[in-house]
């Protein structure tokens, strides 16, 4: 297989939106697969757009998800600078080429004509296209244009607009006419490229041979093409992605649909193989039923034949069920011990004071029932302190309804489970499940009834682990005190 070297190139202008992560994990899939090469660029022409730190939150996210790089910011490699803003000189060299093959030009037009241009196409009902309003300055000689050529005069291709054909890897064979291509702007007035024109230069100088990228430039293929042949370069292999979508299916997933950048998952406790997996098989399957993926399960089975061309649907319940998935396996594979430092910024407040050992203990009962490391926060408060107390929860619940005892004999039940709770010499899993084993038998209630009255005496939680678990974690003077509290609670309230 022909090692593929490819890259994940960026702007940094914001939060890194989970459909750019995507874009992140295909080609690190498929340079891995080959044994080629992935290299980290930053797009950062458009100045107008940089967001302060938007740079390291990108490395940041690539680090978080195990996507290591080749080449690039930090790394270096024999290709840089990585960062476009740094390749100025580089583009100019490029752009003048262009124009010493008389296929581009400075074009001194203002924006006040341009869209005046716009303005008469629109009145007549034609597309509009640059080329058609192509300036005298186009026809001068390349040797006149580059003696006079100053930075803050843009430089535009010269296109040779005829019928296009292409194959892309997901898309298949495609082509497109004459009308679509158009003179593009090379280099702006700041001196700086367009996307258009700079990622043509970049890819080749760094030897990349496959180019992967959302669908939405499909459009602009055709123009890209013309700048390969007019390079006289190869092209690299085209891998178009198609859209994340909304929810509903209608329409390209945007935060205004619930979606959230990869940083707020990362803050809400998704963990990083989770998104990692839940991202790459949102839009790619390998034919069989297998869900839950490592990272090196998808290098071995990744495939560009496998991405479907058709738009995937964003469905966070998925992706929380998979998270769920991960905590349990992560948890079974590297212990409690180990799987703790993934825990430490998510437990409750009122934790602080408890020490690791201890929420070890919690955290190896409760762990098959978390979604996100942040449902810690919800789900183990009355381990770490004494929960709101609510008697109306205790006489609303449906099973405790269902024996129709009155409060007085619920807490006469009560009485019983504490003599007998309060007997006991050894408190663990082991003595706590023979005993409420025994409790059934004595009280003659089903497990749904007697175990929930005592579940909810010690919690308040609308759910919980294992009883046993439970009230072994908590410990003996613990769970007795809040036990008594409400057998207490409910005899007062019949006063």
């Not at 926060?377 to 004494?386: I, L, N, P, V």
């Amino acid at each position: 297989m022909k090692k593929i070297i490819t890259r994940f190139a960026p702007s940094p202008t914001g939060y890194i939106h989970i459909g750019n992560v995507r874009s992140a994990i295909y080609p690190y899939l498929a340079a891995r697969q080959s044994g080629g090469r992935y290299i980290l660029r930053i797009e950062d022409t458009d100045q107008a757009r940089f967001v302060e730190g938007a740079t390291e939150l990108i490395e940041d996210t690539l680090k978080w998800l195990g996507l290591e790089w080749d080449e690039g910011p930090e790394v270096g490699g024999k290709n840089g600078p990585y960062f476009q803003s740094e390749r100025k000189a580089i583009y100019q060299e490029w752009a003048k080429k262009l124009i010493e093959k008389g296929r581009a030009y400075a074009d001194p037009t203002d924006s006040e004509t341009i869209q005046r241009y716009r303005d008469e196409d629109s009145a007549k009902k034609i597309p509009y296209l640059y080329r058609n309003h192509r300036p005298k300055e186009a026809e001068k000689s390349p040797e006149e244009i580059l003696k006079t050529w100053q930075e803050g005069t843009p430089i535009r291709f010269k296109a040779d607009p005829k019928p296009r054909k292409w194959h892309d890897e997901v898309m298949g064979d495609l082509h497109a006419g004459p009308e679509v291509q158009d003179d593009i702007i090379l280099i702006k007035k700041d001196g700086l490229p367009t996307y258009n024109f700079a990622h043509i230069v970049d890819d080749f100088l760094m030897n990349i041979n496959m180019v992967a990228r959302g669908v939405e430039y499909l459009s602009s293929t055709p123009n890209y093409l013309a700048l390969y042949e007019a390079f006289g370069i190869d092209r690299p292999l085209l891998v178009s992605l198609p859209h994340i979508l909304a929810p509903q299916g209608n329409k390209k997933l945007g935060k205004r649909d619930g979606a959230k950048s990869a940083t707020e998952y990362r803050k809400d406790g998704v963990l990083p193989e989770a998104m990692l997996n839940y991202l790459a098989c949102l839009g790619w399957n390998d034919g069989t039923e297998q869900e839950i993926y490592t990272k090196e399960e998808l290098i071995k089975h990744f495939s560009l034949d496998h991405i479907q061309n058709s738009g995937a649907r964003y469905d966070e319940v998925k992706l929380l069920w998979m998270n769920g998935q991960w905590i349990r396996r992560l948890m079974e594979e590297e212990g409690a011990d180990k799987f703790y430092v993934r825990t430490l910024d998510f437990w409750p407040k009122s934790a602080e004071p408890f020490d690791d050992a201890y929420k070890k203990q919690v955290l190896s009962i409760i762990y098959d029932r978390l979604k996100t490391l942040s449902d810690l926060r919800a789900m183990t408060g009355y381990f770490f302190e004494d929960p709101i107390f609510d008697i109306e929860q205790i006489l609303g619940n449906k099973f405790i309804k269902k024996t129709g005892l009155s409060e007085k004999e619920l807490a006469s039940l009560l009485e019983t489970v504490t003599e007998k709770l309060g007997s006991l010499d050894s408190w663990n899993e082991e003595t706590l499940k023979a005993t409420l084993n025994e409790l059934l038998e004595q009280t003659g209630r089903k497990p749904a009834e007697l175990f929930s009255l005592i579940r909810i005496s010690v919690s308040f939680a609308p759910f919980s682990p294992a009883l046993d678990l439970t009230l072994n974690v908590l410990g003996k003077n613990v769970a007795m005190a809040r036990l008594n509290k409400v057998k207490e609670a409910l005899l007062l309230d019949q006063q």
